[in-house]
């Protein structure tokens, strides 16, 4: 029982940290401001997470495990691929417009800086080889273009929700505007 609870401590402190660094980013999160989001005392963060930059590093392993989560029954190679990737668009340009730019471009000392480039890293490679499995899964269904290289267009895909994209789609109605895009994609990956 006690696990439980320090576990669903743990996670109210995360998702206060995610908050605070969303609204204010890395240098101007204070551990008073998290604590106070989270109903707790300051030193009780501190208990979980000795320090600033590793509550960073535990709140982006936590947001990435919910992401990937998401991501992986959005890219079921049992659904249609262009449905498959016209949700997963919608969910990450979703999810960018929510908690905003900032987190992606928190900014502090070099270990800061290394921790959201190993975060971004690690979204990158993971949702590279689900795209990448399920675009393999599409062209071996004869959904897509057999000359299609699925690593390339993995990579493409995964860099389509960008802030720039996630701004558009904000000021357009969203599955307008993801529905646009992949008709622009798939008129590379039909197969012909």
Same mark, same amino acid.
């Given at each position: 029982?006690?696990?439980?609870?320090?576990?669903?401590?743990?996670?109210?402190?995360?998702?206060?940290?995610?908050?605070?660094?969303?609204?204010?980013?890395?240098?101007?999160?204070?551990?008073?401001?998290?604590?106070?989001?989270?109903g707790?005392? !300051?030193?009780?963060?501190?208990?979980?997470?000795? *320090?600033?930059?590793?509550? $960073?590093? @535990?709140?982006? =392993?936590?947001?990435?495990?919910?992401?990937?989560?998401?991501?992986?029954?959005?890219?079921?190679?049992?659904?249609?691929?262009?449905?498959?990737l016209?949700?997963?668009?919608?969910?990450v340009?979703?999810?960018?417009?929510?908690?905003?730019?900032?987190?992606l471009?928190?900014v502090?000392?070099m270990?800061?800086?290394?921790?959201?480039?190993n975060?971004? !890293?690690?979204?990158?490679?993971?949702?590279?080889? *689900?795209?990448?499995?399920? $675009?393999? @899964?599409?062209? =071996?269904?004869?959904e897509?273009?057999q000359?299609?290289?699925?690593?390339?267009?993995?990579?493409?895909?995964?860099?389509?929700?960008?802030?720039?994209f996630?701004r558009?789609?904000?000021?357009?109605?969203?599955?307008?505007?993801?529905?646009?895009l992949?008709?622009?994609?798939?008129?590379?990956?039909?197969?012909?």
């Amino acid at each position: 029982m006690a696990t439980d609870a320090r576990s669903r401590r743990r996670e109210e402190i995360l998702q206060a940290a995610f908050v605070e660094f969303c609204e204010k980013g890395y240098d101007r999160a204070k551990i008073e401001e998290i604590a106070h989001r989270a109903g707790i005392g !300051k030193s009780t963060v501190y208990e979980y997470f000795p *320090s600033k930059a590793e509550l $960073l590093t @535990a709140t982006g =392993d936590f947001v990435l495990g919910q992401i990937f989560q998401d991501v992986e029954s959005l890219l079921s190679t049992d659904r249609p691929v262009r449905q498959a990737l016209a949700d997963y668009l919608e969910y990450v340009s979703s999810m960018m417009g929510s908690i905003g730019a900032s987190f992606l471009h928190i900014v502090g000392d070099m270990s800061v800086t290394q921790i959201v480039h190993n975060l971004c !890293k690690r979204y990158l490679v993971t949702i590279t080889a *689900s795209l990448e499995r399920v $675009l393999q @899964a599409a062209q =071996d269904r004869g959904e897509i273009s057999q000359d299609i290289n699925v690593r390339t267009a993995s990579q493409m895909i995964v860099t389509m929700p960008n802030p720039p994209f996630v701004r558009l789609v904000r000021q357009d109605h969203l599955r307008d505007s993801i529905e646009r895009l992949v008709d622009l994609l798939f008129a590379g990956l039909a197969p012909r």
